[in-house]
């Protein structure tokens, strides 16, 4: 176990994968393949609410065009999840932090709409080539990010011109304002 997480982010959720028999490994499925269930850790602040947005996987560069949101690696994973709330306040130490009572999860009609018009117009952006331009504030519940260890760690891709450039990996993200939406849901 690390003493802390600043260096060994993502291990809570390894663990629980590794405990509960998680079986996609890196793989554009579900954490559990054969039940079709994505398991999301999801770290709690003293107050009990959402401390950071929610990773789902890689945004994949070389994919833009060929995927609609039926075959999309963000659909896959959204489908069905089990969510894990994880005690995350920084000043209890690792091993004495809880994890709460988990819950499964699927999108509503309203919630699935909103998060293909989030991916549709993300992706759209990103095969115009603006990953650059792309910001964390777009997207009601979905945003995308950089998701690299550090700065310096480059992927290539394309600019609008359709050169090839070097950029930072980016990540779909679930913003903190809905997961917290889907906590709150879970605790009526």
């Known amino acids: 176990m690390p003493a802390d997480l600043l260096r060994n982010?993502?291990?809570?959720?390894?663990?629980?994968?590794?405990?509960?028999?998680?079986?996609?490994?890196?793989?554009?499925?579900?954490?559990?393949?054969?039940?079709?269930?994505?398991?999301?850790?999801?770290?709690l602040n003293a107050h009990g609410e959402p401390k950071e947005s929610t990773y789902v996987c890689t945004v994949s560069l070389s994919e833009y065009e060929a995927l609609t949101w039926q075959e999309s690696w963000v659909k896959r994973?959204?489908?069905?999840?089990?969510?894990?709330?994880?005690?995350?306040?920084?000043?209890i130490p690792l091993a004495e932090r809880y994890i709460g009572a988990g819950w499964l999860w699927q999108p509503d009609q309203i919630e699935e709409e909103i998060l293909k018009a989030d991916w549709e117009e993300l992706m759209d952006r990103l095969a115009l080539g603006e990953q650059s331009e792309l910001t964390a504030r777009e997207g009601q519940y979905l945003q995308v990010r950089p998701?690299?260890?550090?700065?310096?760690?480059?992927?290539?891709?394309?600019?609008?011109?359709?050169?090839?450039i070097l950029m930072n990996?980016?990540?779909?993200?679930?913003?903190?304002?809905?997961?917290?939406?889907?906590?709150?849901?879970a605790c009526i």
């Open 169 to 185: 990996p980016r990540g779909f993200y679930l913003r903190t304002t809905f997961t917290k939406r889907l906590l709150a849901k």
């Open 77 to 91: 994973k959204l489908s069905h999840v089990l969510w894990l709330p994880v005690e995350a306040e920084s000043s």
């Open 9 to 43: 982010k993502g291990w809570v959720g390894q663990l629980l994968e590794s405990y509960l028999g998680a079986d996609a490994g890196n793989q554009a499925e579900p954490d559990f393949i054969s039940l079709g269930i994505e398991l999301k850790t999801l770290p």
């Open 147 to 164: 998701k690299a260890a550090h700065s310096r760690i480059l992927a290539k891709s394309s600019d609008i011109s359709g050169e090839t």
